[in-house]
């Protein structure tokens, strides 16, 4: 997850999800063993993390994410030349999941904007800071 001041999403030339002020990126990897409870947890910690100014949260201040499905979060490049995607859930397990996260988090009152799931998406982003973490439950 990285804080930024600007960030989109873009699927065959046209912006699917955008946020133009302070916020967060949210590329979100799901494992194969994550569950609905994981998805509600992780909604929970992204609203709630306070790495925005001021140690603030997008849930005291109202700013957006946007997230960004990325199952290439879980490659593992311990053996060999090529990454191994054992660990990335299928997408018949992540979609839902990730779907899950946005919805929690929309209903908690976040403003979220998202990628599309399983679609060629070129990801653009202004760090601020750079200030960027990995958020694990």
């Known amino acids: 997850m990285a804080r930024v001041t600007e960030a989109s999403v873009e699927v065959e030339g046209a912006v699917v999800g955008a946020i133009d002020e302070p916020g967060l990126l949210v ?53 060999g030349r090529r990454p191994s995607w054992t660990a990335a859930a299928r997408p018949e397990h992540a979609e839902p999941l990730v779907n899950a996260v946005v919805q929690e988090l929309r209903q908690k009152g976040a403003r979220v904007e998202t990628g599309r799931f399983r679609a060629e998406m070129k990801v653009r982003s202004v760090n601020d800071g750079p200030f960027t973490v990995i958020v694990e439950l």
């Not at 990897?29 to 609905?36: E, I, K, L, P, R």
């Not at 992204?46 to 201040?61: A, K, N, P, V």
């Not at 946007?66 to 490659?75: E, I, K, N």
Request: charge should be negative; glycine fraction near 8%; charged fraction near 25%.
């Open 27 to 79: 590329l979100l990897g799901v494992h194969h063993d994550d569950t609905a409870e994981h998805a509600r947890k992780m909604a929970q910690k992204l609203h709630g993390l306070r790495i925005l100014d001021d140690e603030q949260s997008c849930e005291s201040t109202g700013a957006p994410l946007l997230v960004v499905s990325q199952f290439t979060l879980y490659g593992d490049t311990r053996k």
